[in-house]
């Protein structure tokens, strides 16, 4: 068996896990790296949201160079975490590995065992129930505890909305949802007119909610019609910008009619 000092520069490609392991344990270990030394679950934590967003940017961009590098950099964190709980007795990265492994076999048991799944939806229906059951949740907690707990808002919105449509708390049609746009449109303009600060808040947020619904409803991930708005708004900001400096304007010195001139400009280019 290797040592840690062998593992680190070891050239075999099927154990380059193992190797970053080793490397990992390198770091904590006295005489290793002063910052790795000192951290904790709990200061990882934005490390672990930032890589996964960064992974989630390079899926998105189609950069499959940059995919690979940035889900080393999310494994990276697993490990590490494994690290700190091995250090402390608590378990190890095998440990994580047999827990999803076996998670993955309990939960296909039309793969695994003798169950049937017919198509995607009976998949995630199964998966759902043997969840629950796995959890002890079968009546005894509210159907939608713990769903996407930890997510960001927006796409907890889509769990939440996607986890009541299994049990038939849905629109039967999409005018349904386009109609519940409009109403929480109107009231949120109502309460904008009163001049209701809290209620104006409230009626955003079921705007937004209803909005979110649509997208589901439309089978599309509201996280990623988000960030093409994001980044189409950013191309667009940076066109009207370059359109400004090219009339010897900065964005400090151009008025708010020479902007919207410029943003319209940038817009018709676009098509």
Partial sequence: MMTDAEMIDCPESGRQLERLRAIMHRLRAPGGCPWDAEQTHESLVSNLIEEAY?????????????????????LLQVVFHA?????????????????ISDKLVRRHPHVFGSSVADGPDAVLTQWDAIKRAEKGEVGEKPFLH?????????PRAAKLQKKAAKVGFDWPQETGVIAKIREELQELEAAVDAQDIEAVSEELGDLMF??????????????????RANAKFEDRFHAMERLLAAKGLSLADATAD?????????KRAEK
Avoid: Y
């Avoid at 390079?58 to 590098?69: K, N, V």
């Avoid at 690290?83 to 827990?99: C, K, P, S, V």
């Fill in 146 to 154: 713990g769903v996407g707990k930890g997510l960001p808002a927006l």
């Fill in 210 to 227: 209803s909005a979110v619904n649509l997208a589901r409803f439309r089978g599309a991930d509201p996280e990623v019609l988000m960030a």
């Fill in 258 to 266: 020479q902007m919207e001139e410029a943003w319209d400009e940038a």
């Fill in 83 to 99: 690290e700190l709980a091995e250090e402390a007795g608590r378990f190890n990265l095998d440990d994580i590995a047999r827990g």
């Fill in 54 to 74: 960064e992974a989630v940017d390079a899926i998105r961009s189609g950069d499959q160079t940059h995919l690979c590098e940035e889900l080393g950099d999310v």
